[in-house]
């Protein structure tokens, strides 16, 4: 069975950045792509960046320009960088990760709470 952990998140002033990490652990055979969700007030859980096992990175529209994925693969790690944040990016963010061929994240983080002060 596969855990993921995350870690990173805090509270930061508007214009300020946050690195989150998530790394997995466990029986690890295969961890194909990568992401992040977030929950921020008043909107549904949403998927905010992936990276796929080759490298491919996508973003939600509203946040290209101001967040980076990355991730290590000998260190089964996903990283978000996040810069330029403001207080609408305030909210819970999960890491997930897929474990099958079909790019479906099925192994969750518990999520990690992400505060910015305007």
């Known amino acids: 069975q596969v855990h993921v952990v995350e870690s990173g998140g805090g509270s930061v002033q508007a214009g300020g950045s946050l690195r989150l990490s998530c790394a997995a652990s466990?029986?690890?055979?295969?961890?194909?792509?990568m992401g992040w969700h977030r929950q921020v007030q008043g909107n549904p859980r949403e998927e905010i960046a992936r990276?796929?096992?080759?490298?491919?990175?996508s973003y939600a529209d509203s946040l290209k320009g101001r967040f980076t994925i990355s991730r290590d693969n000998a260190k089964d790690t996903v990283y978000l960088q996040m810069d330029d944040l403001n207080a609408e990016d305030t909210g819970v963010y999960y890491c997930?990760?897929?474990?099958?061929?079909?790019?479906?994240?099925?192994?969750w983080g518990q999520g990690i709470q992400v505060t910015v002060s305007s």
């Open positions: 466990g029986r690890i055979f295969r961890i194909d792509a």
């Open positions: 997930g990760m897929a474990t099958g061929p079909n790019g479906r994240f099925d192994v």
């Open positions: 990276i796929s096992g080759g490298g491919v990175t």
